[in-house]
């Protein structure tokens, strides 16, 4: 249960771009509780300042690493559990919560301040995994969007300008995915669910969506193809973006216990399959 402290979202009367002179006037402002960790408690905001290896900033796109497994010279020296930020990070993930993004002026990225600790606005997480990191440990690392990327995050270095990514706007900020070929996928199973049998009708005709296998955008790469595409029931595609769905290399769904649905004209690509149970290991 969230602290009766915990603050989801924009705090009154801070401003996206508002700058701090220190993490104390951070944390007394409530931006950012905390004056050391990485991830607040209950995972209202991340700090981003020295950061892991395996952080990415873009921008109005992130890959941070959770926390964990480091000594005091923040070398990674075991691997990350799940407890603590982490896990507060995966709920606001499973719940649709907004998270604050700070920077501080040791981040080694082009939008960086100089001096103080900056607000940057509200970010979504697009996605989450576990994986091997930059020093050859288990870390967690998750995908950030920026909700309102029309606001550009500042640029120290004005060489390397702002990356923007096609998003449609509903509940958090998402990738666009409904190409061609996911249409071509869905048509080809009219719209029933692959691994449920579920068809769902409206108004508007039948509903369904694409569940890329190997996921899209960095740092994963999956290609938007037919053998990495498969037509799903929101349900069923929740259950796999968040890992309580597996698909198995025969293609078995646990813990249902059936296989996928496939017609004879559509081939999923099994190394797909695999890097998806490598991030759920």
């Known amino acids: 249960m969230s602290s009766p402290t915990a603050v989801y979202g924009e705090i009154e009367g801070i401003p996206e771009g508002f700058k701090f002179e220190n993490r104390q006037a951070a944390h007394d402002s409530n931006i950012h509780r905390g004056t050391v960790q990485g991830i607040a408690a209950e995972g209202t905001s991340i700090c981003l300042n020295e950061g892991y290896a395996d952080d990415i900033d873009n921008g109005d796109e992130i890959i941070y690493t959770g926390q964990g497994g480091q000594d005091d010279k ?22 649709g919560r907004p998270v604050r993004v700070i920077r501080g ?34 870390v967690y690392r998750f995908r950030l969007i920026k909700q309102n990327p029309e606001v550009s995050v500042p640029v120290a270095d004005a060489s390397k300008p702002a990356k923007k990514i096609a998003r449609v706007t509903s509940t958090i900020s998402r990738i666009v995915r409904d190409t061609e070929v996911a249409r071509k996928v869905k048509e080809l199973y009219g719209y029933r669910c692959q691994i449920c049998s579920t068809l769902i009708s409206t108004n508007r005709g039948p509903y369904a969506e ?14 938007d193809s037919e053998d990495n595409i498969l037509c799903l029931c929101p349900n069923c595609h929740v259950g796999i973006d968040r890992f309580g769905l597996h698909i198995l290399e025969d293609l078995t769904v646990q813990p249902i216990g059936q296989k996928i649905t496939l017609r004879p004209s559509h081939q999923i690509n099994l190394d797909n399959v695999r890097y998806l149970a490598s991030l759920a290991d």
């Open 210 to 223: 694409a569940c890329h296998i190997k996921p899209l955008g960095r740092p994963h790469d999956g290609d």
């Open 105 to 138: 002026p040791k981040l080694k990225s082009a939008y960086a301040p100089k001096s103080g600790y900056r607000y940057d606005g509200l970010y979504f997480i697009d996605s989450y995994w576990y994986e091997t990191g930059h020093h050859g440990f288990k």
């Open 74 to 95: 923040r070398n990674q020296i075991a691997d990350q559990e799940f407890r603590a930020g982490n896990k507060f990070l995966v709920e606001s993930y499973n719940q």
